[in-house]
């Protein structure tokens, strides 16, 4: 039997290898070569509010650094929904995060991806989608999608490796606010905050 150390060695290198076969068959879904930090993840699963008694939405989970991260923030596996565009890393997910609700679909589609789920409310949103790959205004739009499913006031973090907000102030009813910047993830990267303002 392996010692504990040399699996979760084994587990990671196993993560990195899924991670870059998934950038070489979809570069534009698939964000970077290798997975987030667990540094990263956790500051992203950070803004959850477990005391709200809302679901969790993440959208790109990838091969599941972050979602791991929301449980060991005391999510439940039933009140966690993720979306996931690649059906490898979908089938990864289910296989390691049993009672996590992983759907296949794309997170520029939610109303289609969450089905039965799509006017559902949830605490806040964890994005891991790569949105410098795509136009400002379908990021714009994808944010939008996001928001409207959260209470006001609470926020969407989004992880991004440019040097700036992936979805610009000034294009819509959102507020911009960087979170965090973290050099112990490769590459170093960016974290951003969006929330919708409380109506008076």
């Not at 929301?70 to 990864?92: A, W």
């Not at 589609?109 to 795509?134: I, T, Y």
Request: glycine share 8%.
């Amino acid at each position: 039997m392996a010692a504990p150390g040399l699996r979760r060695f084994a587990e990671k290198f196993d993560d990195e290898l899924k991670f870059f076969k998934g950038w070489i068959d979809k570069p534009k879904a698939v964000g970077s070569i290798i997975p987030t930090s667990s540094v990263t993840a956790r500051r992203m699963a950070s803004i959850v509010d477990t005391a709200s008694g809302l679901p969790v939405l993440e959208v790109g989970p990838g091969t599941g650094v972050i979602t791991k991260a929301i449980l060991r923030q005391g999510v439940k596996p039933s009140d966690l929904y993720t979306v996931e565009y690649s059906h490898d890393f979908v089938m990864h997910l289910r296989r390691n995060y049993p009672g996590v609700n992983v759907i296949e679909g794309d997170g520029f589609n939610l109303d289609e991806a969450l089905g039965d789920m799509r006017d559902a409310r949830f605490d806040c949103v964890v994005s891991g989608v790569p949105l410098l790959n795509f136009p400002i205004a379908r990021r714009v739009a994808y944010l939008d999608g996001l928001l409207k499913r959260i209470p006001c006031g609470r926020p969407v973090v989004q992880i991004t490796y440019g040097p700036k907000s992936p979805v610009p102030p000034g294009f819509g009813d959102y507020t911009v606010e960087h979170f965090h910047f973290i050099l112990r993830n490769i590459p170093p990267t960016q974290l951003w905050l969006y929330r919708r303002a409380a109506r008076n």
